[in-house]
């Protein structure tokens, strides 16, 4: 929280000054609109690509201090979370801002089981896609077409319709992202199995061949809802704020969830754990680390994993994954990549171009070599993400419908193009 006060300015295009108020930290942009040349000026705009200063709202669900590498939901420490909660127990307090009691967690579980299945069509309209189809690509449109299944979903405004198709996602993503894989490997779907958690009933869904019943290592089962906690939220981050904006404009939460899917395929977000797997199998060996790193520093490329928009001393989640990773391991083998890993972030954590540009690993960085090493393909990498972060876009959805200061988002533009010209029979 910053503090309040005023702001007290000058243009120096008339001389008149300006009082705008300080509250939180923040000015308010449109109060700059009072900052005119003349009657019939728009007043003045901020101008904010990829706005690296602009607090689009206001969210009481994750906090981030990303000089001390904090990350809290719901100002619990993700330590503590990823530590002693359970995923589902985690998207109950990113939803309704307090963690469940005994009670309420074991219904809010047999809820969310009892909405993991999906409707017969959604697999044929899986069958649809090409055999090599990413299943990131079928996740974004599974999930956009079940808006068509739940057409009641329209009334946002409808507290109780809007919960079902909260429980609805977030039970649904691990069967979608399931599915997604079995479709590409010609396996025959496996239904969700009520009796498993979570975790446990996505990694049945996954691996599940002809036994009657699937039972998931505890060891894995426990390191996969770990990771979906620290993905989980991240307050306004690309495909978050994917999931306001598309949201504003009142569509059903399926469609705006698939916007916010879609914003995390890339490879600059949620894509970049699959890149970073691809980075780590060309690098090859420990010993071509050094002439990677040199391209790097010449701009030839990005490590991928490597830097972050608000941490700037070192990723939280970053670190926990690493404690993961030695869990897993212990069960799956040690993942050939990890020493090049571990390699490629001693040699970058101590060369100047990384310290003076503040490029740390990221979430990232060490989350496929888990996931690699639980045998998931790359390309499932972001869905996994994808499968973490859905309750935090529901939350942050949820807030910005509740918001009365929110509207439609509209950016303004600062026009460059031609002024006004005429045809004059140029067209022939
Ligand atoms: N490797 C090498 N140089 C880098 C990297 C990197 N990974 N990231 C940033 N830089 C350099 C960049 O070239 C620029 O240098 P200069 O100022 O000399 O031109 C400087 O650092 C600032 O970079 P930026 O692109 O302005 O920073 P940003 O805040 O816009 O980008 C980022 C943040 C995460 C997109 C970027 O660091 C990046 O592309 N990282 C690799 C992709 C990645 O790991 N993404 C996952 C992010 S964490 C999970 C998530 O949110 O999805």
């Known amino acids: 929280m910053g503090t309040n006060g005023v702001l007290q300015v000058t243009d120096s295009r008339t001389g008149c000054s300006y009082e705008l108020p300080i509250t939180d930290g923040a000015i308010r942009a449109i109060d700059l609109r009072q900052v005119k040349v003349s009657e019939d000026d728009f007043g003045l705009l ?192 690309c495909s978050t704020s994917a999931m306001r904006v598309v949201g504003s404009s009142q569509v059903d939460p399926y469609s705006a969830a698939a916007a916010a899917a879609a914003a995390l395929y890339g490879p600059l977000h949620g894509g970049a754990n699959e890149q970073v797997l691809r980075m780590l199998q060309e690098i090859g060996s420990v010993d071509n680390i050094p002439a990677y790193i040199a391209r790097a520093k010449r701009g030839e490329l990005r490590l991928m994993g490597f830097g972050h928009r608000v941490y700037k001393n070192f990723d939280p989640r970053a670190t926990i994954i690493k404690e993961i990773a030695d869990s897993v391991f212990a069960v799956t083998g040690r993942n050939p990549l990890l020493d090049i890993a571990l390699e490629l972030e001693r040699i970058a954590l101590a060369d100047e171009y990384f310290i003076s540009h503040k490029l740390y690993p990221n979430v990232d960085f060490y989350s496929g070599i888990i996931y690699q090493a639980m045998g998931f393909p790359v390309s499932m990498f972001p869905v996994l993400f994808a499968i973490g972060r859905m309750p935090g876009w529901l939350a942050q959805w949820h807030e910005s419908a509740a918001d009365p200061e929110q509207k439609i988002a509209r950016p303004r533009q600062i026009y460059v193009g031609e002024g006004l010209r005429h045809l004059n029979g140029t067209i022939s």
């Open 46 to 237: 901020c101008y904010d690509p990829a706005f690296l200063n602009t607090a689009s709202c206001r969210s009481a669900i994750t906090f981030i201090d990303g000089d001390k590498g904090i990350l809290r939901y719901r100002g619990y420490p993700i330590e503590e979370l990823a530590g002693h909660a359970s995923f589902l127990d985690v998207a109950y307090l990113l939803l309704h801002g307090e963690l469940p009691g005994k009670e309420e967690s074991e219904a809010w579980t047999r809820e969310i089981t009892h909405h993991t299945f999906v409707h017969e069509n959604v697999k044929k309209f899986i069958d649809g896609f090409h055999h090599d189809a990413h299943p990131m690509g079928i996740l974004v449109s599974t999930v956009a077409a079940l808006s068509t299944f739940y057409p009641e979903a329209k009334a946002v405004a409808d507290q109780a319709i809007q919960r079902d198709q909260m429980v609805r996602l977030i039970a649904k993503m691990p069967t979608l992202a399931a599915f997604a894989y079995r479709h590409a490997m010609g396996l025959p779907y496996a239904y969700p199995d009520d009796e498993l958690s979570y975790a446990g009933n996505f990694l049945n869904m996954m691996w599940k061949m002809t036994e009657p019943r699937y039972s998931p290592d505890p060891v894995l089962e426990h390191a996969l809802d770990a990771l979906f906690i620290l993905h989980a939220d991240h307050e306004q981050n």
